[in-house]
């Protein structure tokens, strides 16, 4: 058995009026592994159960795209060391929530959030899409710290050509 497989048996997909949640079952401390994140199927497209790991490559997460999405997150998805970790406490039997746009910059389905968090963002469509004062309040992949600080430069190359 692999470790990836050991550690999905200490998780559990609930379903509820059609939506999926994943649950533990067991407890977890700050920091800790939970789970490894599947690789074994990269594509260079998004879709709902791929998670982006780098600029242009995601990965099929399997029984992790149950993992929905909260502003006020309980696990990081760690895609440089492809590890769930645990960003507080977690007892048994919580739902495990991330926060999409730390793995994703450009979302291929966004959404509304009902998260209900005072920090809630609104609307999920990726990192690309918000505020450098909300993202600094999250962990972010390097893949997103890259992508926004392309971003960045892009804007000031815009922004010298328009004063040219």
Excluded at 46 to 55: L, M, S
Excluded at 92 to 117: R, V
Excluded at 151 to 159: A, D, P, R, S, W
């Amino acid at each position: 058995m692999t470790t990836t497989a050991a550690t999905m048996d200490k998780l559990t997909i609930k379903t509820e009026n059609k939506f999926r949640t994943l649950a533990t079952k067991q407890n977890y401390k700050k920091g800790e592994v939970i789970s490894a994140i599947p690789s074994e199927d990269v594509r260079d497209h998004p879709n709902r159960y791929t998670v982006q790991i780098g600029h242009d490559k995601h990965t099929h997460v399997g029984k992790l795209a149950a993992l929905n999405h909260s502003c006020d997150p309980n696990v990081i998805l760690d895609t440089e060391n492809m590890e769930m970790v645990a960003a507080r406490d977690i007892e048994k039997g919580e739902e495990l929530f991330f926060f999409y746009p730390s793995t994703e910059w450009q979302m291929d389905a966004p959404f509304i959030c009902l998260c209900g968090s005072a920090n809630c963002i609104n609307v999920v469509a990726g990192a690309r899409f918000l505020p450098l004062s909300t993202l600094e309040r999250h962990y972010l992949n390097p893949h997103i710290r890259d992508l926004m600080i392309e971003l960045l430069k892009n804007t000031k190359n815009n922004l010298k050509k328009i004063k040219s």
